[in-house]
């Protein structure tokens, strides 16, 4: 039987999620500055650049949903 579109969407966020997080806390052993030399803006960059990309991400999921259709009043009368 074929997984349904919903089934399909769980298992490949579920996987990549985990593969985000786990990409973020490796990112984070990065902070051990017994074994690596690195800089405040070296820091920064790296930070805003994940935060633009889970903002981008945000957006993409956003824009997928139906606008909400205007409503349309006229002496009264609503339109749709």
Do not use: H, W
Request: positive net charge.
């Amino acid at each position: 039987m074929s997984e349904t579109s919903r089934e399909n969407f769980v298992r490949l966020a579920e996987k990549r999620v985990a593969r985000a997080i786990n990409d973020i806390r490796l990112i984070g052993n990065l902070s051990d500055r017994s074994n690596y030399e690195f800089s405040d803006t070296q820091v920064a960059e790296i930070l805003a650049t994940i935060r633009n990309e889970v903002r981008a991400c945000s957006k993409r999921f956003k824009a997928s949903r139906k606008p909400k259709r205007a409503k349309v009043q006229l002496v009264g009368r609503q339109l749709s």
